[in-house]
């Protein structure tokens, strides 16, 4: 008896469970969709794996990063390089994390900006020494966000800057291989002014064929430059979503079948129950006269594995 009592709560808060699950996960499905700029997960990116080469021999150079770009044309492909160092006000320092990233960067990575604007392609292309700050590093510097078209220095060197961008992100931006950068500069100034950094992240725009064989055919076009490709950490993010998207699918699936089977065996419960007691009734009556004498109960039996078969269609859609 206590058993059958607590069937019934354990089973309801599995499903509810399975719910939150599927809710959860189809929140950060978003998010990380949102986080990845236009190209959404569109993409297939590879970052330099440092257990397996030496720091000196580690990524690209611009001009390998631009042999790669035109490999993978007509699709586009952002790179990008970072480096650690201070950036300064008069008096004033802040340590940041500096991204040198090509004009393609936003398509693949999310910018959300809260003043300025971020810097064209044509910038990259001219070595220009813009900045968009984050937003801890503008207070830190300025006690402002309004900080558009002032002045700071990177390397000892003079940067405009033109935006401030959000740099708080999600747990999930936070949680990712690349982080939050403090601080976005064209990936020609930072190579202008630190040639011993390396690209180690790419990001590429993925091909039609990329579900099947998209590692593949981004490791075809590192050798092509010729690059080792088992140095480099692959991921095929379609395929990513895909086998999530399954998962979402599966938890669905779950839920539907746990409250089937829950709907069925409370209705198998109820028929029962009016089995046992018109089988009692049937020794000393005939069966008109047991469906009379029993009528309320079998009203109360039938409502209740009618609502029951009500709440389970709900909880499977």
Known sequence: MQRSRWAAPMVFAGVLLILASIGWLS?????????????????????????????????????????????????????????????????????????????????????????????APASVDEHSRVAVIGAKVADELFHSERVAGKTIKLFGVPFTIIGVMDDEGSLLRQMADDGIPDVLIPVTALLDLRPEARIEGIQLAARPSAVLRGETDAGDVLRAIGKNAAHFRIENHLVTHMQIGQLHSLLLFSCGIIALYWLTCSIGRQFLAVRTVLQERLHALDWNDALLSERRLLLKYGFAAAARRLRGRAMVR
Do not use: M
Request: glycine letters at 8%; hydrophobic letters at 40%.
């Open 27 to 119: 929140s950060v499905l978003a998010d990380w969709e949102q986080a990845n700029g236009s190209h959404r997960l569109r993409k297939l990116t590879a970052t330099v794996d440092r257990s397996v080469t030496a720091p000196e021999t580690a990524g690209l150079t611009l001009k390998e990063a631009e042999q790669l770009a035109a490999k993978w044309a007509p699709l586009p492909i952002a790179y990008s390089a970072r480096v650690q160092t201070r950036a300064t006000l008069g008096g004033v320092s802040a340590n940041c994390e500096v991204f040198g990233v090509n004009g393609s960067y936003r398509d693949f990575t999310e910018v959300r900006l809260k003043t300025g604007t971020s810097f």
